[in-house]
């Protein structure tokens, strides 16, 4: 562990996925797979049939976590599931466990329901300084059609209680395109956001996933038009309100970027505690057993929780790097589309000059950087399939 548990400024104003990796430093995220009911997009490794398992489960984390050997975490992230949903004081201990700097950036995942000032109180005695916070929407009937189980007041008292402890920044997360939700609905949806005052804002397009209670009933599949014109809208009223987007589905008043994403996006390595939990090292992704009882049994049998992994070559992880760039306000070198290509992207990519930036790397000499328009974050996976590595 650590040995220490002070934490660090709201978010880090070096955030760039062009910094050089030891800024960047490594990551860690955790998985906890248990939840109280199953929102109807959800795709993750998810229970709601498992609380029996969960003591035994986090017994099972920390020894994993301490078995493993990696760099002192600069950004931990513990998601699900529902973090929030399992005995905070065993969950700390196990979480204790990560090698981690004395200014990690260190984010807990919660349902709204759950969030105490006892229960903040608790994270914070091992360093947590970020809560994420799954808000989804302020109105009561888009929250039912998605299978969510709070009501917007909930929000509110979670965010009094973030408040009420000290905790200086977090992120509400939202969904757009939910069946019944109108153009106003969103609207009030990310006003509400802004009047919370959250420093951090995911805003995510509903997604249909293989498997999940809304794949199976395609009358509630969003729309793709009415998805653009929400964006644009989320867009428009975050601008507004001084929040940067500094990836396609995330905003943030500066200084409040996510470091993990950083870590992510720069294709940085990662360590992956959990059942499904996945991991990068230097090329080597891997993923642990998807369930939780498997992972239990393996771990007290003390044999490898890792399901497989694969080796991806130099060129894979060069386009890779370039793809998750590209979703991002850093953008790719110049180099990377061509330049006919840009030329009939027009709409969707533009050039900006990026040599005063302390991040800007000798790859691309004049600093010259290619960005996704808000046009090209919609058409983003478009642009991306041009990329060259």
């Known amino acids: 562990m650590t040995g220490s548990t002070r934490a ?58 301490e078995s493993a050997s990696h760099p002192p975490a600069s950004a931990v992230f513990v998601g699900g599931g529902t973090p929030s949903h399992v005995n905070p004081h065993e969950l700390v201990h196990a979480l204790d466990a990560i090698v981690r700097r004395s200014d990690a950036e260190f984010t807990i995942e919660c349902n ?39 009501s917007p007041d909930a929000v509110a008292r979670a965010v009094e209680a973030v408040r009420r402890v000290g905790l200086t920044t977090f992120n509400l997360d939202v969904i757009y395109g939910g069946v019944g939700e109108s153009i106003d609905d969103w609207v009030a949806t990310v006003q509400q956001v802004v009047a919370l005052g959250a420093p951090h804002v995911s805003a995510y397009g509903l997604t249909v996933e293989a498997g999940t209670a809304l794949a199976d009933d395609s009358s509630r599949h969003p729309d793709d038009d009415d998805q653009a014109d929400k964006y644009d809208a989320v867009d428009d009223l975050l601008t507004a309100a001084g929040y940067v987007n500094y990836e396609i589905s995330n905003w943030a008043k500066p200084g409040h970027e996510c470091r993990l994403n950083a870590v992510y996006w720069s294709g940085g390595n990662y360590a992956g505690f959990g059942c499904a939990a996945h991991a990068h090292r230097d090329g080597r992704r891997s993923w642990n057993v998807r369930t939780p009882d498997r992972y239990i049994e393996l771990v007290e049998a003390g044999r490898s929780v890792e399901s497989s992994f694969e080796v991806l070559d130099v060129g894979t992880r060069s386009l890779e790097r370039l793809q998750l760039q590209l979703r991002t306000r850093d953008g790719v070198p110049v180099s990377a589309l061509d330049a006919l290509d840009v030329e009939e992207m027009g709409e969707l990519v533009q050039r900006i000059d990026a040599s005063a930036d302390a991040s800007a790397t000798s790859s691309d ?16 996976n478009e642009v991306s399939l041009r990329l060259r590595g």
């Open 8 to 65: 660090p400024a709201p978010g880090d104003p070096r955030w760039s996925t062009r910094a050089p990796a030891a800024d960047i430093g490594f990551g860690a995220y955790v998985h906890i797979p248990f939840c109280a009911s199953k929102c109807d997009y959800c795709a993750f490794a998810t229970f709601t049939d498992r609380s029996h398992l969960e003591s035994r489960y986090l017994r099972a984390l920390r020894t994993e976590i």
């Open 112 to 150: 709204p329901d759950d969030v105490t000032a006892d229960l903040l109180d608790v994270y914070r005695t091992i360093g947590v300084n970020r809560v994420s916070i799954g808000m989804q929407s302020a109105s009561p009937h888009v929250l039912a059609a998605l299978g969510r189980t709070h």
């Open 365 to 380: 000499a004049s600093g010259a950087r290619l960005v996704l328009t808000r046009a090209g974050r919609l058409l983003a």
